[in-house]
T-cell receptor, first 117, second 114 residues
Protein backbone atom coordinates (compact mmCIF):
# COMPACT_ATOMS: atom_id res chain seq x y z
CA UNK A 1 0.00 0.00 0.00
CA UNK A 2 1.40 3.42 -0.93
CA UNK A 3 2.45 5.55 2.01
CA UNK A 4 3.90 8.92 2.88
CA UNK A 5 7.46 8.65 4.12
CA UNK A 6 9.29 11.19 6.25
CA UNK A 7 12.95 11.56 7.11
CA UNK A 8 14.55 11.78 9.55
CA UNK A 9 12.37 10.25 12.24
CA UNK A 10 14.12 12.39 14.85
CA UNK A 11 16.07 15.59 14.33
CA UNK A 12 18.00 17.34 17.09
CA UNK A 13 19.25 20.85 16.45
CA UNK A 14 20.59 23.87 18.27
CA UNK A 15 18.50 26.99 18.60
CA UNK A 16 19.11 29.34 15.68
CA UNK A 17 20.09 26.59 13.27
CA UNK A 18 18.29 25.83 10.03
CA UNK A 19 16.56 22.49 9.61
CA UNK A 20 14.99 20.80 6.62
CA UNK A 21 12.39 18.13 7.13
CA UNK A 22 11.82 15.84 4.20
CA UNK A 23 8.78 14.03 2.92
CA UNK A 24 8.00 11.78 -0.01
CA UNK A 25 4.25 12.00 -0.67
CA UNK A 26 2.22 9.27 -2.31
CA UNK A 27 3.27 9.27 -5.94
CA UNK A 28 0.09 10.30 -7.78
CA UNK A 29 -1.03 12.83 -5.19
CA UNK A 30 -1.31 16.49 -6.05
CA UNK A 31 -1.87 18.22 -2.69
CA UNK A 32 0.74 18.33 0.04
CA UNK A 33 0.55 19.48 3.63
CA UNK A 34 2.55 20.03 6.79
CA UNK A 35 1.06 19.81 10.25
CA UNK A 36 2.71 19.89 13.64
CA UNK A 37 1.89 18.58 17.09
CA UNK A 38 3.56 20.10 20.10
CA UNK A 39 3.77 17.56 22.92
CA UNK A 40 0.44 17.31 24.68
CA UNK A 41 -1.34 19.62 22.27
CA UNK A 42 -3.53 19.31 19.20
CA UNK A 43 -2.35 18.56 15.69
CA UNK A 44 -2.16 21.97 13.98
CA UNK A 45 -2.23 22.81 10.31
CA UNK A 46 0.78 24.70 8.97
CA UNK A 47 0.57 24.87 5.19
CA UNK A 48 -0.87 23.29 2.07
CA UNK A 49 0.82 23.21 -1.33
CA UNK A 50 -0.65 22.61 -4.76
CA UNK A 51 0.61 23.19 -8.27
CA UNK A 52 3.98 24.39 -6.99
CA UNK A 53 2.66 27.09 -4.75
CA UNK A 54 1.26 27.57 -1.28
CA UNK A 55 -2.53 27.37 -1.35
CA UNK A 56 -3.20 27.93 2.35
CA UNK A 57 -1.16 28.70 5.43
CA UNK A 58 -1.87 29.21 9.08
CA UNK A 59 -0.71 31.97 11.39
CA UNK A 60 1.98 29.61 12.67
CA UNK A 61 3.58 29.51 9.23
CA UNK A 62 5.52 32.76 9.44
CA UNK A 63 8.59 33.96 7.56
CA UNK A 64 10.78 31.44 9.38
CA UNK A 65 9.06 28.63 7.52
CA UNK A 66 9.18 27.72 3.85
CA UNK A 67 8.16 24.75 1.75
CA UNK A 68 9.47 23.44 -1.50
CA UNK A 69 8.94 20.64 -3.94
CA UNK A 70 12.47 20.51 -5.37
CA UNK A 71 11.82 17.60 -7.68
CA UNK A 72 9.00 15.30 -8.69
CA UNK A 73 9.00 13.28 -5.49
CA UNK A 74 10.15 15.26 -2.45
CA UNK A 75 8.32 17.87 -0.40
CA UNK A 76 10.34 19.75 2.20
CA UNK A 77 9.71 22.02 5.16
CA UNK A 78 12.50 24.40 6.08
CA UNK A 79 12.75 26.28 9.34
CA UNK A 80 15.37 29.01 8.90
CA UNK A 81 16.29 29.80 12.48
CA UNK A 82 14.85 27.35 14.92
CA UNK A 83 13.45 28.40 18.27
CA UNK A 84 12.83 26.32 21.37
CA UNK A 85 9.09 26.51 20.73
CA UNK A 86 9.52 24.86 17.33
CA UNK A 87 10.11 21.57 19.14
CA UNK A 88 7.26 19.34 18.00
CA UNK A 89 6.31 16.37 15.87
CA UNK A 90 5.97 17.47 12.26
CA UNK A 91 3.64 15.49 10.02
CA UNK A 92 3.61 15.55 6.25
CA UNK A 93 0.43 14.57 4.43
CA UNK A 94 -0.72 14.24 0.86
CA UNK A 95 -4.04 13.92 -0.91
CA UNK A 96 -5.49 13.95 -4.36
CA UNK A 97 -5.93 11.26 -6.88
CA UNK A 98 -8.04 11.00 -9.94
CA UNK A 99 -11.42 11.50 -8.31
CA UNK A 100 -12.98 14.34 -6.39
CA UNK A 101 -13.58 12.17 -3.36
CA UNK A 102 -9.99 10.95 -3.33
CA UNK A 103 -8.94 14.55 -2.94
CA UNK A 104 -10.54 14.69 0.45
CA UNK A 105 -8.56 12.03 2.31
CA UNK A 106 -5.22 13.22 3.61
CA UNK A 107 -2.70 10.45 4.21
CA UNK A 108 -0.10 11.13 6.84
CA UNK A 109 3.49 10.10 7.32
CA UNK A 110 4.90 8.80 10.60
CA UNK A 111 6.29 12.22 11.47
CA UNK A 112 9.63 13.81 12.29
CA UNK A 113 10.24 14.66 15.89
CA UNK A 114 12.16 17.94 16.03
CA UNK A 115 13.99 18.73 19.23
CA UNK A 116 15.45 22.23 19.49
CA UNK A 117 18.04 22.61 22.27
CA UNK B 1 -13.74 29.30 11.82
CA UNK B 2 -13.87 25.54 12.21
CA UNK B 3 -13.32 23.62 15.42
CA UNK B 4 -13.53 20.12 16.86
CA UNK B 5 -14.09 18.98 20.41
CA UNK B 6 -13.33 15.57 21.84
CA UNK B 7 -14.69 15.83 25.36
CA UNK B 8 -12.98 12.73 26.77
CA UNK B 9 -9.22 12.54 27.18
CA UNK B 10 -9.48 8.80 27.78
CA UNK B 11 -12.09 6.08 27.31
CA UNK B 12 -11.77 2.74 29.06
CA UNK B 13 -13.67 -0.32 27.88
CA UNK B 14 -13.44 -4.03 28.44
CA UNK B 15 -12.59 -6.26 25.52
CA UNK B 16 -15.75 -7.46 23.78
CA UNK B 17 -17.82 -4.48 24.93
CA UNK B 18 -19.04 -1.77 22.57
CA UNK B 19 -17.05 1.45 22.46
CA UNK B 20 -17.90 5.04 21.64
CA UNK B 21 -15.46 7.90 21.20
CA UNK B 22 -17.20 11.25 21.05
CA UNK B 23 -16.64 14.14 18.67
CA UNK B 24 -18.52 17.37 18.07
CA UNK B 25 -17.65 19.97 15.48
CA UNK B 26 -18.35 23.50 14.38
CA UNK B 27 -18.14 24.81 10.81
CA UNK B 28 -19.89 27.55 8.92
CA UNK B 29 -20.57 25.46 5.81
CA UNK B 30 -21.06 21.76 5.25
CA UNK B 31 -18.59 19.56 7.16
CA UNK B 32 -16.25 16.93 5.85
CA UNK B 33 -15.50 14.73 8.85
CA UNK B 34 -12.69 12.26 9.47
CA UNK B 35 -11.40 9.88 12.09
CA UNK B 36 -7.73 9.02 12.35
CA UNK B 37 -5.95 6.63 14.71
CA UNK B 38 -2.40 6.94 16.00
CA UNK B 39 -0.49 3.98 17.37
CA UNK B 40 2.74 4.55 19.33
CA UNK B 41 5.56 5.85 17.15
CA UNK B 42 3.35 5.78 14.09
CA UNK B 43 1.68 8.45 11.99
CA UNK B 44 -1.98 9.31 11.75
CA UNK B 45 -3.79 6.45 10.05
CA UNK B 46 -7.04 7.18 8.23
CA UNK B 47 -10.04 5.23 9.60
CA UNK B 48 -13.15 6.64 7.95
CA UNK B 49 -14.79 9.74 6.56
CA UNK B 50 -18.13 11.41 6.05
CA UNK B 51 -18.47 13.60 2.97
CA UNK B 52 -22.07 13.16 1.81
CA UNK B 53 -24.66 10.40 1.72
CA UNK B 54 -25.57 7.96 4.45
CA UNK B 55 -25.16 9.27 7.95
CA UNK B 56 -23.68 5.97 9.12
CA UNK B 57 -20.26 5.39 7.62
CA UNK B 58 -18.18 2.28 7.96
CA UNK B 59 -14.43 2.22 8.01
CA UNK B 60 -11.41 0.10 8.70
CA UNK B 61 -11.09 -2.54 11.44
CA UNK B 62 -14.84 -2.71 12.12
CA UNK B 63 -15.17 0.94 13.13
CA UNK B 64 -18.12 3.07 12.16
CA UNK B 65 -19.27 6.60 12.83
CA UNK B 66 -22.60 8.35 12.73
CA UNK B 67 -22.98 11.85 11.38
CA UNK B 68 -25.65 13.80 13.25
CA UNK B 69 -26.18 17.22 11.73
CA UNK B 70 -28.62 18.49 14.37
CA UNK B 71 -26.23 17.62 17.20
CA UNK B 72 -23.13 18.50 15.14
CA UNK B 73 -21.59 15.22 16.21
CA UNK B 74 -19.60 12.45 14.56
CA UNK B 75 -19.07 9.80 17.23
CA UNK B 76 -16.84 6.83 16.51
CA UNK B 77 -18.20 3.42 17.43
CA UNK B 78 -17.34 -0.23 17.36
CA UNK B 79 -19.69 -3.05 18.47
CA UNK B 80 -16.98 -5.18 20.09
CA UNK B 81 -13.67 -3.72 21.23
CA UNK B 82 -10.34 -5.50 20.88
CA UNK B 83 -7.25 -4.99 23.02
CA UNK B 84 -5.45 -4.08 19.80
CA UNK B 85 -7.81 -1.12 19.34
CA UNK B 86 -6.01 0.64 22.18
CA UNK B 87 -4.56 3.80 20.63
CA UNK B 88 -5.05 7.55 20.30
CA UNK B 89 -8.03 8.59 18.18
CA UNK B 90 -8.41 11.94 16.47
CA UNK B 91 -11.50 13.49 14.96
CA UNK B 92 -10.96 16.10 12.25
CA UNK B 93 -13.14 18.44 10.22
CA UNK B 94 -12.88 20.41 7.01
CA UNK B 95 -15.32 23.10 6.03
CA UNK B 96 -16.52 22.39 2.51
CA UNK B 97 -16.01 26.05 1.61
CA UNK B 98 -12.73 26.66 3.40
CA UNK B 99 -9.95 24.90 1.55
CA UNK B 100 -8.24 21.68 2.46
CA UNK B 101 -7.08 22.52 5.97
CA UNK B 102 -8.01 19.89 8.54
CA UNK B 103 -8.80 20.98 12.07
CA UNK B 104 -8.21 18.28 14.66
CA UNK B 105 -9.66 17.59 18.05
CA UNK B 106 -7.37 17.06 20.99
CA UNK B 107 -7.49 13.29 20.72
CA UNK B 108 -8.98 10.57 22.90
CA UNK B 109 -6.92 7.73 24.27
CA UNK B 110 -8.81 4.46 24.05
CA UNK B 111 -7.77 1.77 26.51
CA UNK B 112 -9.26 -1.67 25.96
CA UNK B 113 -8.62 -4.05 28.83
CA UNK B 114 -8.69 -7.83 28.55
Amino acid sequence: EPEVTQTPSHQVTQMGQEVILRCVPISNHLYFYWYRQILGQKVEFLVSFYNNEISEKSEIFDDQFSVERPDGSNFTLKIRSTKLEDSAMYFCASSGGQTELAKNIQYFGAGTRLSVL
Amino acid sequence: AQSVAQPEDQVNVAEGNPLTVKCTYSVSGNPYLFWYVQYPNRGLQFLLKYITGDNLVKGSYGFEAEFNKSQTSFHLKKPSALVSDSALYFCAVRDENAGNMLTFGGGTRLMVKP
